[in-house]
């Protein structure tokens, strides 16, 4: 079961960078033309919300029942993660900075969820830019960019 949730998990942050990019378009295009938030806009953030936080649940159960999470802090002891880059870039950078850009997510939506005028798409558009770049920063590049790839 471990197995086969880390690699939806894999699979999701393929689905979350397509939706977020996807976002941040509309939302720059709403935002430089000055049109009101649409029903289009509203379904891509709630795509992107559910699936970020979907994730979110997944990579929670991983940090918890896998070996880089908390067992490894547990074993190991903290002082030894932080030493680690690699093993601190699971068990500290990616949970933590994956729980900051879906909270970016969250609110940004929020914002989007609540009103239409065109202002609500620049808050959008910050809100998703920066989770993206928090995203990109977090992700453990060194693991096989699909699942099964090795």
């Given at each position: 079961?471990?197995?086969?949730l880390l690699h939806?998990?894999?699979?999701?942050?393929?689905?979350?960078?397509?939706?977020?990019?996807?976002?941040?378009?509309?939302?720059?295009?709403?935002?430089?033309?000055?049109?009101?938030?649409?029903?289009?806009?509203?379904?891509?953030?709630?795509?992107?919300?559910?699936?970020?936080?979907?994730?979110?649940?997944?990579?929670?159960?991983?940090?918890?029942?896998?070996?880089?999470?908390?067992?490894?802090?547990?074993n190991a002891?903290?002082?030894?993660?932080?030493?680690?880059?690699?093993?601190?870039?699971?068990?500290?950078?990616?949970?933590?900075?994956?729980?900051?850009?879906?909270?970016?997510?969250?609110?940004?939506?929020?914002?989007?969820?609540?009103?239409?005028?065109?202002?609500?798409?620049?808050?959008?558009?910050?809100?998703?830019?920066?989770?993206?770049?928090?995203?990109?920063?977090?992700?453990?590049?060194?693991?096989?960019?699909?699942?099964?790839?090795?």
């Amino acid at each position: 079961m471990y197995t086969g949730l880390l690699h939806l998990h894999n699979l999701l942050r393929w689905v979350i960078l397509v939706l977020i990019l996807i976002a941040i378009l509309r939302h720059l295009s709403g935002m430089n033309s000055k049109r009101p938030v649409n029903a289009g806009d509203k379904k891509i953030d709630l795509f992107l919300m559910i699936s970020a936080h979907i994730t979110l649940l997944i990579g929670l159960y991983q940090w918890f029942a896998g070996d880089f999470g908390l067992k490894m802090i547990q074993n190991a002891g903290m002082g030894e993660v932080m030493k680690n880059g690699a093993v601190r870039k699971l068990a500290i950078e990616h949970p933590v900075g994956m729980i900051l850009a879906i909270v970016l997510i969250t609110v940004g939506r929020g914002a989007v969820k609540r009103g239409t005028a065109p202002a609500v798409h620049k808050k959008a558009f910050w809100c998703f830019l920066i989770a993206l770049i928090v995203i990109l920063a977090t992700i453990p590049w060194a693991r096989p960019l699909f699942p099964g790839m090795h």
